[in-house]
């Protein structure tokens, strides 16, 4: 599984990848945007992309044929977006604490990127990649009705919480505490966020198997 | 040892169905897999990979059943769907660097033996190679991890005559030591002739035989005479067509009886294929 990994990562998918991230996390730099877009960016750019490129080359193919399991191949793909939704949110956090250094007065109309914040972007990732799988490993090889259901959720989640933000006081007010000793409540958020973040994958993971299982290539 | 023994096989679409099908090849032989177009060549060799899924029927590969150890059998497989259409930007050193470390056995030395056996250049990228280097190249990573039994689909189809030719002597090479055995599929009759052991015909989704390629050829004759010897062969026939000048026909030889003014000769390995193709058609009969 892990070669299968490693072959997503070095032959699957183009290295500009990599690099993408760093010029939207460098939007986090915009103050008093919609941070939530920074991460929307994966979404909307690079899964639609990469999904087209495993199908352009095809992956499927190429995979199947080597001496491993349908399961690994399910395993390693999630695993390859996990990974880079994570280089996604580590470089948008790099920013995002410039960010809080740089605008730390600045009016915040929408949420600030605080820990609180990536809590709610690992939940989002959650729910994009328990939609995005179990849709795709139905045939392993269309992706479109899957990257759209995926961006949909993503957007809906991101809207959600913006929403919930400007009319719910209490839910904004949380958002932005800055006093240090109620900081703890936005780690909890957090925490709470990687655990769903990946728990979904695991149930989406056990989704795929299923579906991919049947699939005839 | 059978390389692969398949026994019972049977797998339905809605238009198609491969029905009862039984393959056994012994290690050491090169079996040839024919029939025409949408025969279901390319579906038996799926579902002997366990890639579609299959009614019922036993795989067996170098001993072992295929479903129960699929990963480690496939250590052991070689195949080549349609030459190699996958990362066609990627340049082949690249690919390999990924697909060696999938395998217990890789030998990075048979490898570079058969780079320049086969005059690949590592530098290329799977694009640039003709068809028949696209094989090679195929043949190159399954030797390498020392595959006992290589599956090809159609490995000939889109070479020149002279790489034909090439890639089937290279097979008779490849099964000289008795340890390897081939089985590819193809629809050109010809390179059966020069290389195969055995045959395995296949036609709409039925194998009609799976013996030596002389006993296979040896089943049939065919026939040529006058039109009005028609009606006496009409119904021991599995095909014929007319023309201005009478019949041709191919049956079974233990159907035959010897007629006055009707010819007999063994029949080539394409006019078989030919004639059983028009067996499954409804008019079987044309006028030329």
């Known amino acids: 599984m892990l070669n299968l990994l490693y072959k997503d990562l070095r032959l699957a998918i183009n290295p500009l990848f990599f690099i993408l991230p760093l010029f939207t996390g460098a939007l986090m730099l915009i103050p008093g945007w919609l941070y939530f877009i920074v991460l929307l960016y994966f979404c909307f750019i690079m899964l639609p992309n990469v999904l087209g490129g495993f199908k352009a080359q095809n992956d499927l193919m190429f995979s199947i044929m080597l001496p491993v399991r349908k399961k690994d191949i399910v395993a390693a793909r999630i695993l390859s977006f996990m990974t880079y939704e994570l280089i996604y949110v580590i470089i948008a956090v790099v920013f995002a604490a410039i960010n809080l250094r740089l605008y730390n007065d600045w009016p915040m109309f929408f949420l600030s990127p605080n820990i609180a914040f990536f809590g709610l972007i690992f939940i989002m990732f959650g729910l994009v990649n328990i939609t995005l799988f179990p849709i795709y490993f139905k045939t392993a090889y269309n992706y479109g009705w899957a990257a759209i259901m995926a961006n949909i959720m993503g957007v809906c989640f991101a809207v959600g919480m913006e929403i919930l933000a400007l009319k719910v006081e209490k839910f904004y007010v949380f958002m932005h505490l800055w006093n240090p000793t109620d900081i703890i409540y936005h780690w909890i958020l957090l925490i709470i966020g990687i655990v769903f973040f990946i728990i979904t994958a695991w149930i989406a993971y056990l989704i795929s198997i299923k579906r991919f299982e049947k699939v005839d290539i | ?288």
């Not at chain 2, 340049?91 to 033996?113: A, C, G, L, S």
């Not at chain 2, 640039?128 to 189809?157: F, I, N, R």
């Not at chain 2, 041709?248 to 159907?255: D, F, K, M, S, Y």
């Open chain 2, 1 to 288: 040892m059978n390389a692969l023994e398949v026994k019972g096989l049977n797998k339905s679409y809605e238009k198609f169905h491969l029905k009862d099908v039984n393959i056994t090849l012994e290690l050491g032989y090169i079996m040839g897999f024919i029939g025409s177009n949408g025969a279901g060549k390319t579906t038996t060799l799926k579902s002997i990979l366990n890639m579609v899924h299959v009614e019922s029927g036993d795989i067996s590969i170098l001993g072992q059943n295929f479903i129960e150890h699929e990963v480690e059998l496939k250590q052991n497989i070689g195949y080549a769907f349609g030459g190699t259409d996958f990362y066609t930007k990627k340049k082949i050193k690249n690919i390999t660097k990924i697909v060696k470390r999938f395998f217990e056995n890789w030998d990075d030395n048979v490898y570079e033996q058969y780079l320049k056996k086969f005059k690949l250049d590592p530098d290329k990228k799977v694009s640039e190679l003709s068809e028949g280097m696209k094989v090679k190249y195929s043949l190159a990573l399954a030797l390498s991890h020392d595959a006992k039994l290589l599956l090809l689909d159609e490995p000939t189809s889109g070479l020149d005559p002279v790489a034909r030719d090439g890639l089937l002597e290279l097979f008779q090479e490849l099964v000289e030591d008795g340890t390897r055995s081939i089985l590819f599929s193809t629809h050109i009759t010809t390179d059966l002739e020069k290389c195969a052991d055995y045959i395995t015909y296949i036609n709409n989704g039925r194998i009609i035989d799976s013996i030596t390629k002389d006993d296979f050829i040896g089943k049939f004759y065919l026939l040529q005479g006058p039109k009005d010897k028609v009606k006496l062969l009409e119904s021991s026939m599995i095909a014929f067509k007319t023309n201005a000048f009478g019949f041709t026909g191919l049956i079974e030889r233990n159907r035959f009886k010897e007629i006055e003014g009707v010819e007999y000769a063994a029949p080539s390995l394409e006019e078989i294929m030919i004639y059983y193709a028009m067996k499954e058609d409804q008019n079987a009969e044309f006028t030329i």
